[in-house]
């Protein structure tokens, strides 16, 4: 097996499992500890993954890996959460969903619910609910941020500060272990912050690998969302401290019915 296809499944190993062993890395592909060593010498060289004694571990940024990466990275996590999200969604509701894959995952969800009034920042989100005739789709505005769809700056929280939402459903980049909800850009976290302040009911839809990844600016704590929706179980740590704050876990796995 050659290195250029090592290399990017090395990285998407990182990705979703957040580390990865000399160990493992060499039993997976059938080559020497050694090749796998200087694939991981090469992948810190590039700034893309960072050694640590025994393999590497994704490196702590303050940039978003890629929008198409991101889409495809635990795909099949994302519609099992978005599934049960949206099996939870009464009609006739006015929400809002926010920027991200997962969030894109959830308004997929709603092609079928009927009455619904959603609000939203992110255009994938609305070129996707077009093709629902029953559902009302409002775009708030904003500066497009091309990478990803997103709309964010003044006039989107502006624009936010017109409504309040039954329900707000949003995404974010990471999670750390007292259960601070991160992102990497602040103008997002902005918006995001208005759009927690403008819903009488807020949950949050993120897999497993954002509890691997870290990100600089706070949106909030756990403790102001009513749901969380994930794909496993959490730390027992944070797992109390969501009951402390009452803040419901629901854990939806690949294949469970909504």
């Known amino acids: ?3 250029g296809f090592r290399l990017p499944q090395i990285l998407e190993i990182a990705r979703i499992e957040g580390k990865v062993t000399v160990e493992g890395l060499s039993e997976r592909f059938g080559v020497t ?3 796998i060593r200087r694939d991981l010498a090469e992948l810190d060289e590039a700034g893309k993954l960072e ?3 025994g393999g590497a571990i994704l490196r702590s940024g303050t940039v ?3 929008y198409q990466e991101r889409r495809a990275l635990l795909a099949e996590e994302k519609r099992a ?3 049960v999200c949206a099996a939870a969604i009464s009609e006739g509701a006015s929400i809002f969903l926010n920027i991200g894959t997962s969030t894109e995952a959830v308004a997929r969800e709603l092609l079928r619910h009927s009455s619904l009034m959603v609000v939203t920042n992110n255009m994938n989100v609305a070129n996707i609910l077009v093709e629902n005739p029953a559902c009302q789709v409002i775009v708030t505005g904003g500066t497009l941020r091309r990478s990803d769809g997103g709309l964010i700056g003044n006039l989107t929280e502006a624009v936010i500060r017109q409504f309040k939402f039954d329900l707000a459903v949003i995404g974010c980049s990471a999670l750390d272990a007292e259960g601070d909800i991160l992102d990497y850009d602040i103008e997002e ?3 995001s912050r208005t759009i927690l302040g403008q819903a009488r009911k807020a949950w949050l839809v993120a897999d497993h690998s954002k509890f691997q990844r870290t990100a600089p600016a706070r949106i909030g704590s756990l403790e102001r969302i009513d749901s ?3 794909d496993q179980p959490l730390s027992a740590a944070l797992a109390r401290r969501c009951k402390e704050w009452q803040t419901q876990v629901v854990v939806a796995a690949p294949g469970d019915p909504a």
């Open 51 to 53: 050694r640590v004694h």
């Open 1 to 3: 097996m050659s290195q």
């Open 81 to 83: 959460i978005a599934r």
């Open 189 to 191: 976290v902005g918006v």
């Open 228 to 230: 969380f929706f994930t």
């Open 64 to 66: 978003n890996i890629g």
């Open 33 to 35: 500890v050694q090749t």
